[in-house]
């Protein structure tokens, strides 16, 4: 395996992170908003 392929994949495996991670806050802020409404 090349060293691009895998600098390559490193990188679409941190887009991938990062990607699940603002989903992740952003499903946790919707969470938030349906349990507690009246804090809005």
């Known amino acids: 395996m090349s ?5 390559s ?4 495996m941190e887009t991938v992170l ?4 603002a989903i992740k806050q952003r ?3 919707k969470d938030l908003i349906q349990s507690n409404p009246e804090r809005l």
């Open 3 to 7: 060293s691009k392929s895998m600098s």
């Open 9 to 12: 994949t490193r990188s679409g």
């Open 18 to 21: 990062r990607f699940g991670h």
């Open 27 to 29: 499903l946790g802020a």
